[in-house]
């Protein structure tokens, strides 16, 4: 199999950007100069960044390279999507070992574009270079803000919390993976979500013109992020376990594994779904929302008064949780 070092770097750019979207309106200059010059008026420019290292983010033995592609994208639209703002442009930096092979190469390259054309942004550069130890790659995405852009230190006493879509299942995936589980109609699910997340793009800009007041993506797990907001806002949080309580087919694979399905709802991470907070007479604004777009969008519990987080099952007892997401260069 032929590899990327029959290709050098300037071959190697140019079969990443073959189909890839790298024009539109608001680039003036993109993939072909020293730097991307953009021209904006009027919005607010948000971007993020984000490291994927081999083995520490995803495992090739896991995930096929266009779900890495994918991956890596979603995980940066999931970043603007919590700010509220619409992603415009990103930039794409890759250190790939000379031994890649150009067949990967490709699936990366395809899986990136179907994420780029489905959420409608542009590749407006990047660098690329040689790793002697496994594929790094670093995204950095620009998106664009209207008035409102959505911090997390808004959340306020007596506001709802929400979260989108389902919580848990990712980690539930890749927990499947790690115990060499194999693939099949029960698991399929749960081991996508962790290989191919979708972020929630279109829920993060509608939400943001409602008038909710602070929101996060849950990328270390919910009661990890919505930690953040708390620090962030000054405030407490109680959760009801029993608004997040997962499908029978998620209870019935966590049993079979001995797991605490509490635990990888409130602590499992790479959900990339949205958690916020939003006062009580938004409630009937946000259902609509949810119906229009046909994602659930659960209320889990209320922002307090204090500073801590807890969380309560079904018989109003007090659950401790055993860890709060996953932390890097944690033991
Ligand atoms: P420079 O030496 O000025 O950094 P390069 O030779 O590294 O430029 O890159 C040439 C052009 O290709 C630049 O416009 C850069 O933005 C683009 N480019 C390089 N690598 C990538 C990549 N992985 N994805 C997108 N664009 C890239
Ligand atoms: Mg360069």
Known sequence: MKTISDLGEFGVIEELMRGLPTSGSGLLCGIGDDAS??????????????????????????????????????????DIAAMGAKPRFFWLTLGLPRDFFIDDLKKFRSGLNRAARKSGVICAGGDTNVSRRGVTISLTL?????????????????????????????????????????????????????????????????????????????????????????????????????????????RNLCCELSLRWEDLVLTGGEDYELLFCAPPNKHDKIQRLSNKLRLPIKMIGRIVSGRSLSCFGGDGKNISLEKLGYEHFKK
């Open 142 to 250: 620009l998106g664009e803000a209207g008035r409102k852009i959505h911090y997390r230190q808004g959340a306020r006493v007596g506001d709802a919390i929400y979260v989108t879509g389902s919580v848990g299942e990712a980690a539930l995936g890749l927990i499947l993976f790690q115990k060499g589980i194999p693939l099949t109609s029960k698991t399929r699910r749960y081991c996508r979500r962790h290989t191919k997340p979708e972020a929630r793009v279109d829920a993060g800009f509608h939400l943001a013109s409602i008038g909710i007041h602070a929101m996060i993506d849950i990328s270390d797990g919910v009661a990890a992020d919505l930690n953040h907001i708390l620090k962030a806002s000054g405030v407490g949080a109680e959760i009801y376990l029993e608004a997040v309580r997962p499908r029978s087919s998620f």
């Open 37 to 78: 010059v953009l021209s904006r008026s009027r919005s607010k420019i948000v971007v993020t960044t984000d490291l994927l290292e081999e083995r520490v983010h995803f495992d090739r033995r896991f995930s096929p390279w266009d779900h890495v592609g994918y991956k890596a994208l979603q995980a940066n639209l999931s």
